[in-house]
């Protein structure tokens, strides 16, 4: 961080009170102090951000002093022999109750503290500072306020420093209502953790502390809620301009060259439209992208713009950001009834050498600079060696040499969420079947990860110059080689292609690479596929570990299809928020699964799910279950110092569990006219859109709503241990279920399978703390009553 001598810093405000850059304002920002003059005895000094509510009942709180005319932090202390404040918090679902409890052991938060630390950009400090200065009984303390400067000034200037890049945005936006209310709080039980008001995050409302584990850092969201000023449909229609969306790009045309070190420089260009309120000018627009680009240099309409670009960590954890932002700052405000034209230099590593030539494109989603999250069409330019190969996102408009150079430019037909590529010594095939157009590129050689290391050889010397040459190569014929499963990889893609276009209606995008990625994971871009080079291998082949029955089928017969899913689920249709990515991952997954179906019957299917009953019932280092670290609508929240497996886990696993039951519970007919109504009808959905679209194609059930089904399966956890027991006479069977291993509020309904004779029928019939008695009339005894364990996420040992 740069430090301005003080005359140098004066010199940088103009007369007004304003920095005469984003730069001077950002170095004010770094070096905020605190003013002993400004430092009062408090009594009783109450304030509430809607749900967090704070009482300051005795102690002392000092100002900063002011930068760009408005008092951005505070400081509160207790004194050394008395005095006390109080935080109350109350989340307002048993969800982010359960929660707040597994991190602090109480549903809602009344926790003592003697110190405290606020940020605000929302005006509270000016308002503060006004209440104090005119009530008579709130008394200045300069001489407290003195060692209160020496102690506290480098933690609060240490606190706003990682909150940097928003603290300057909302400054020079000068937008309070959609201004920052950040506290970091010395409980007496709960040690040190942050509270945090943001009218413009999805959820407004957050508390959470910072936790290391095997030498990450992780933020430990505690509970993150909507507020309740934003719960009623009519709030959140009006809030929506504070929430981050006032900012679209469109018409994306990206111009790079990737150098012979791998480095890339690149030009983007966009047309940036405003939305929302169109009276007001736009002073300031902030974009992310990828930590390992550098801006070199940024232009609006043609004219230069201050590049504000500076690290602010504390935000990007607690915001779970794999981006950084940056703001760009035009000399005049601009018009947002008009577009712009951007332009920004940017230049970095994206792209790195996993050995052998088999290269690994990092930063895959935020190698170009972004702004808000709405579909655009792009327009992509590469310059790179023309011994290698370029797949991305689009329709291929040119392929040329230039030299010892090779560009290649390819443009969507259609707008789409984001754009990727991929690099590598590609070989290829192209395959046009039923209206799609299928690139496969495989690597001609394995990264040095998964190249088998040579054995030493134990041979004398005289005998191995005796041999030929060619049987000194001949050990190379075993290197595991991509190329053979190219002709079986691109039979895969077209069978996925043509089993979901059947299920789900076609894809606008056409046009689909499959290229390989080092690493055990895939990932599907539109119109482009990340696909583990071992899912280039034959399954014998891969290291030893990986040849398992449960790992062969997720690399052989899952993951492609997968992320060949992710064309519909994730890039035709879209999740609102953070909370419904469970709902893409697990209809891609799902998907994935519905194929595996197809092609090697029902007994493929359940073996998947029971390897995932297990894995969820697996135990963390606490001792609970992968599946009760939280609700799947937690999304990456689930990622914590408690269990950092759990998301993957619960995310895809869980989720696959949720949409199968769902599945049972609708019937196939139903089940596939409900998501072909999502493709054809929802470019976007919610969870609770989801249960009440779902709703209507359930049959007539005790749960018309499926309410207790969400409820339980998707905003709660457990899995039940399930015992029937029943008896038949006088025509009817009778029985009870009776459930533990889960909370006593869980209820569900499972699902019976009764057969008599050549008959069989499906009860789904309901548990809940106390066993649960049923009665069926039969006309005659029944040759099997049992549980479909099958069919529902539960155990019955």
């Known amino acids: 961080m740069r430090v301005l001598p003080a005359l140098l810093l004066l010199a940088a405000i103009t007369p007004c009170g304003f920095a005469a850059s984003a730069a001077d304002l950002g170095d004010q920002v770094e070096h905020i102090s605190l003013d002993a003059n400004e430092c009062y005895r408090v009594l009783d000094l109450n304030f509430a951000k809607e749900e967090v509510k704070i009482y300051l009942a005795s102690g002392y709180l000092i100002f900063a002093k002011p930068i760009a005319g408005a008092h951005l932090g505070a400081i509160f202390v207790t004194s050394a022999e008395a005095g006390d404040a109080d935080l109350l918090l109350m989340p307002p679902t048993r969800s982010e109750r359960s929660s707040l409890a597994k991190f602090t052991n109480s549903p809602t938060m009344d926790e003592h503290f003697k110190a405290a630390a606020f940020i605000f950009t929302d005006g509270t400090g000016d308002q503060l500072l006004a209440q104090l200065q005119s009530n008579p009984a709130a008394k ?36 309070r209502d959609s201004g920052l209310f950040y506290m970091a709080v010395s409980g007496n039980k709960l040690d040190n953790f942050d509270v945090v008001y943001d009218p413009t995050a999805p959820d407004q409302i957050l508390a959470g502390k910072l936790a290391d584990r095997d030498n990450r850092t992780y933020f430990d969201t505690w509970t993150s809620f909507q507020a309740r000023s934003f719960r009623t449909a009519a709030a ?12 679209t ?9 990737i150098a ?31 930590p390992t680009m550098q801006i070199s240099s940024a232009s609006i309409d043609g ?22 932002q940056f703001l760009l700052i035009p000399e005049s405000p601009l018009d947002p009834s008009v577009p712009h034209e951007v332009e920004i230099h940017h230049a970095g590593a994206v792209i790195r050498n996993a050995g052998n030539d088999v290269y690994y494109v990092g930063s895959r989603g935020t190698w170009y600079p972004r702004s808000g999250g709405d579909l655009a069409t792009y327009d992509l330019t590469f310059r790179y060696p023309k011994t290698l190969t370029i797949a991305a996102t689009g329709k291929l408009l040119e392929d040329r040499t230039d030299g010892d150079w090779r560009v290649t430019r390819l443009k969507t037909d259609t707008p789409v969420r984001f754009a990727g590529f991929n690099l590598g010594n590609f070989q290829s095939v192209v395959v046009e079947r039923n209206g799609y157009t299928i690139n496969l590129y495989a690597n001609r050689r394995l990264e040095s990860a998964l190249a088998p290391k040579p054995a030493p050889l134990n041979i004398p010397q005289d005998e191995l110059r005796s041999r030929h040459p060619a049987d000194a190569l001949a050990s190379q014929a075993d290197q595991p080689d991509p190329a053979p499963r190219m002709e079986s990889l691109t039979r895969d893609v077209i069978d996925t292609l043509n089993f979901m276009t059947e299920e789900f209606g076609p894809t ?30 034959d399954p014998a082949q891969r290291p030893s570990r990986l040849r398992e029955r449960s790992e062969a089928t997720f690399f052989s017969d899952l993951l492609e299809a997968h992320e060949v899913a992710h064309q519909w689920w994730g890039n035709m249709v879209v999740p609102v928020s953070y909370h419904d990515d469970w709902l893409i991952e697990s209809l891609a997954n799902y998907s994935a699964l519905l194929l595996l179906e197809r092609k090697k019957g029902s007994k493929a299917l359940d073996t998947v799910l029971d390897d995932y009953r ?3 019932l697996s135990k963390t280092a606490s001792g609970g279950s992968l599946e009760s670290a939280g609700p799947i609508v937690w999304g990456y929240r689930l990622e914590s110092s408690l269990a950092p497996d759990a998301w ?23 089940f596939l006219s409900l998501l072909r109504d999502i493709c054809s009808h929802y470019p976007s959905i919610g969870t609770d859109q989801f249960r009440e679209l779902a709703s209507h194609y359930a049959p007539a059930t005790p749960d018309p709503g499926l309410k207790i089904f969400f409820d339980n399966w998707v905003y709660g956890t457990g899995i039940p241990a399930v015992k029937l027991s029943y008896s038949w006479r006088a025509m009817q069977l009778s029985g009870t279920l009776t459930q533990r291993d889960v909370d006593t509020s869980f209820a569900a309904f499972v699902p019976v399978l009764v057969e008599t004779g050549s008959k069989s029928n499906v009860y789904w019939l309901p548990t809940g703390a106390d066993p649960a008695s049923f009665s069926i009339p039969l006309k005659s005894p029944p040759t099997k009553v049992t549980l479909l364990a099958a069919d529902c996420l539960m155990t019955t040992k």
Not at 649 to 666: A, C
């Open 303 to 324: 004219h230069p713009v201050e590049i504000f670009d500076r690290e602010s960590m504390r935000s990007d954890l607690i915001s779970n950001r794999e981006d950084r």
């Open 614 to 616: 297990s894995h969820l």
């Open 648 to 670: 993957r886990t619960v995310t895809y696993e869980k989720g696959t569990w949720i949409i199968h039951m769902l599945r049972r519970r609708l019937g196939d007919e139903k």
């Open 260 to 290: 012979l070190d791998l480095t890339m420089l690149a030009v983007t260009r966009a047309t940036l439209r405003f939305q929302g309120d169109k009276t007001r000018p736009e002073s300031v627009v902030p974009f992310s992208l990828s």
């Open 508 to 537: 606008p995008i056409r046009n689909l690479a499959i290229t390989p990625i080092p690493g055990g994971f895939g990932q599907g871009f539109p119109g482009l596929v990340y696909l583990s080079t071992l899912a280039y291998l």
């Open 249 to 257: 790009l469109d018409d994306v045309r990206i111009e790079s060259t």
């Open 140 to 175: 200045k303390s300069p001489d407290m306020g003195g060692l209160i400067v020496e102690r506290w000034t480098s933690v609060l200037a240490n606190l706003v420093a990682s909150f940097e890049t928003r603290v300057v945005y909302d400054v020079l936006s000068d937008r």
């Open 236 to 247: 959140i229609e009006k809030a929506a301009p504070l929430r981050g969306v006032r900012y």
